[in-house]
């Protein structure tokens, strides 16, 4: 029972981490936002967020090859794609800094 509870709450919150950069993604594409690399951390944020939250949900409907065998190693695979796209984003944007410094 405690396991089910554990899931449920955990689903909500995943759920709420989802509608943030969802919202975000969708309001800077109508606003033509120029940084186009935020737009796909949100993106690649999401998407972890929504395989978390459907991973909760497999394990409250105690669906064991589901959530541990396909959705876990998945949200894994993931996070590891935004934070590896996150450090070469932050390479190149301290890049650009410093050419600009070097150039004036």
Same mark, same amino acid.
Request: hydrophobic fraction near 50%; avoid cysteine; charge should be positive.
């Given at each position: 029972?405690?396991?089910?509870?554990?899931?449920?709450?955990?689903?909500?919150?995943?759920?709420?981490?989802?509608? $943030?950069?969802?919202?975000?993604? !969708? =309001?800077?594409?109508?606003?033509? #936002?120029?940084?186009? *690399?935020?737009?796909?951390? /949100?993106?690649?944020?999401?998407?972890?967020?929504?395989?978390?939250?459907?991973?909760? $949900?497999?394990?409250?409907?105690? !669906? =064991?090859?589901?959530?541990?065998? #396909?959705?876990?190693? *998945?949200?894994?695979?993931? /996070?590891?794609?935004?934070?590896?796209?996150?450090?070469?984003?932050?390479?190149?944007?301290?890049?650009?800094?410093?050419?600009? =410094?070097?150039?004036?």
């Amino acid at each position: 029972m405690i396991q089910i509870q554990y899931h449920f709450i955990d689903a909500i919150f995943y759920f709420a981490g989802f509608v $943030v950069p969802t919202y975000f993604i !969708l =309001k800077s594409r109508n606003q033509k #936002i120029g940084s186009d *690399l935020l737009v796909k951390l /949100m993106i690649l944020l999401a998407s972890f967020m929504l395989i978390q939250f459907t991973y909760h $949900v497999a394990g409250m409907l105690d !669906l =064991k090859i589901l959530s541990k065998g #396909i959705l876990e190693p *998945l949200s894994a695979v993931a /996070m590891t794609i935004f934070a590896i796209y996150y450090f070469f984003s932050i390479r190149k944007i301290s890049r650009g800094e410093k050419e600009e =410094k070097a150039s004036k």
